[in-house]
């Protein structure tokens, strides 16, 4: 049906892009008059200072993200090879004179995670490639809009002087931000009110026993009437006597006088409950599972909290990291580079066997080595598992008359271990004639020796072997 807006869509040819983005111009006149929050910056830094959570959240994600190494890699059709020691590796290992690798990624981290914002500013060489790499404080930068390139540049302000920078010298990492154009967000805005409400706890708390303003311990109640020398001579012989150096007791003269608490305490208030509530909000905010600093989780709850901070929260923020790299620093070294952290995600080993188990039927041993454990192949190698070294299936009718006792199984692992260790750098493809031992143990043990190369990783199948056979048993 054409009505106005069919009009309206119908100005631009339906088979082809436009070659610009009209709405960036837009966006560049509404930004050019709004400058970076450096005052909310800045209580983001204070907030890391002087809120122990957040303190906690962000260095455990910091120095996380800062140990894992980053790798280049070199695109070849749909291969990923590794560059060994590519010159931007070697950049990262000594960014500048005055910072570490390891500083260079936690402070990068720990700027995203406070600001949402992270930049590094380049200093090229005579070619123009990046010589050095220098964190900038983000509550000091300013983004210049362009009404066609998104960014014209950066402004750096220190002390009231502007330093203008190129789009290129910059690197900018943020995090997502539904309503702002050109500034991440951090967790802080989000963690805003139990950061707050947290820290008047904490004062609070420090106000009541640091400034002696604690309950009394005891009254004292003289309730004849005495005089003042009297009074303050039983004040001075009670607190010799009883007092201590922290024991406050409260002295009233004259029966007609009482004591009445206006205020609430520390159980009134359920304060410590409420200080628990407020670390699990931060925490869970920035994406720290409470299992990794909880007094009370198990070494299992402990191990699955691990898990998840790797993979659902580490893992993801040097992802975002690596992308920017590849897309902003790798340019400088030619085309077909991407840049890739170690992949330090668990991986869950009975999965993992049961997806070789399921490939080992139509794979053949080179495949899998590839595949799964990124080795070389083998000139033995062109076979499945299956016809290399498993054994015929049992009749299991007959399976209890003919299962051998424990001891013949254990004769037999020995026997294939040796000839196992005696086929080390032959080219012999003869699979060992198993009998007695059970099909899951032999399949688990032909398995890890598709990628045993020695003797000692050898011994280790079999020892593992008779591990398994033994728990089994």
Do not use: C
């Not at 990262?92 to 949402?116: D, I, K, V």
């Not at 220190?158 to 900018?172: C, F, L, R, S, T």
């Not at 995090?175 to 004062?203: Q, V």
């Not at 890739?340 to 080992?360: G, H, K, M, S, Y």
């Amino acid at each position: 049906m054409f009505n106005w807006l069919s009009n309206f869509f119908g100005r631009t040819p339906r088979n082809r892009l436009r070659k610009e983005s009209p709405h960036l111009e837009a966006v560049a006149v509404h930004n050019s008059s709004f400058f970076n929050n450096t005052w909310q910056q800045t209580q983001h830094g204070t907030m890391y200072q002087q809120s122990s959570w957040v303190h906690v959240a962000v260095s455990r994600i910091a120095e996380a993200g800062a140990l894992v190494p980053l790798n280049v890699l070199q695109l070849d059709g749909e291969e990923r090879v590794e560059v060994e020691r590519h010159p931007l590796e070697l950049l990262l290992e000594n960014p500048n004179p005055a910072m570490s690798r390891f500083e260079l990624f936690e402070s990068t981290l720990g700027y995203l995670e406070l600001t949402g914002n992270a930049f590094w500013y380049l200093a090229g060489d005579a070619m123009g490639r990046p010589a050095q790499i220098y964190v900038l404080r983000p509550d000091r930068m300013t983004i210049v809009p362009h009404p066609t390139n998104y960014v014209a540049g950066y402004l750096y302000e220190v002390d009231g002087k502007q330093i203008p920078m190129d789009a290129v010298e910059v690197v900018h990492f943020k995090r997502w931000h539904p309503a702002n154009d050109y500034y991440g967000l951090s967790p802080i805005e989000a963690a805003r009110l139990a950061i707050d409400s947290d820290r008047a706890m904490a004062k609070w708390n420090n106000n009541t026993f640091g400034n002696d303003n604690g309950v009394p311990a005891g009254i004292v109640n003289i309730q004849s009437f005495v005089s003042d020398d009297d009074y303050e001579r039983l004040k001075r012989e009670w607190r010799n006597s009883y007092g201590g150096a922290q024991r406050k007791t409260a002295f009233l003269r004259g029966g007609d006088i009482s004591w009445q608490n206006i205020g609430l305490s520390h159980t009134d208030l359920d304060f410590l409950n409420g200080r628990i509530a407020h670390r699990d909000e931060i925490l869970n905010i920035f994406g720290i599972p409470v299992g990794l600093v909880s007094e009370n989780a198990t070494e299992a709850n402990a191990t699955v909290a691990e898990r998840q901070f790797i993979e659902r929260t580490l893992y993801p923020k040097l992802v975002r990291l690596a992308q920017k790299i590849t897309q902003e620093l790798l340019p400088f070294y030619g085309t077909d580079y991407i840049a890739q952290f170690e992949d330090i995600r668990p991986t869950d080993v009975q999965a993992r066997l049961d997806e070789i188990r399921t490939a080992q039927a139509v794979l053949s041993i080179n495949e899998i080595r590839k595949q799964y454990y990124n080795l070389a192949p083998v000139v033995w190698g062109d076979v499945t598992v299956n016809q290399l070294q498993l054994p015929e299936p049992v009749d299991e009718s007959s399976e209890k008359e003919d299962l051998a006792p424990v001891r013949s199984v254990l004769e037999e692992l020995s026997q294939w271990e040796r000839f196992a260790i005696n086929r080390i750098g032959k080219d012999d493809t003869r699979p060992f004639e198993v009998t007695v031992i059970p099909e899951d143990i032999a399949f688990e043990v032909s398995a890890s020796l598709i990628v045993a190369e020695d003797k000692d990783s050898i011994k280790t199948v079999f020892q593992s072997a008779r591990e398994l056979l033994g728990s089994v048993a």
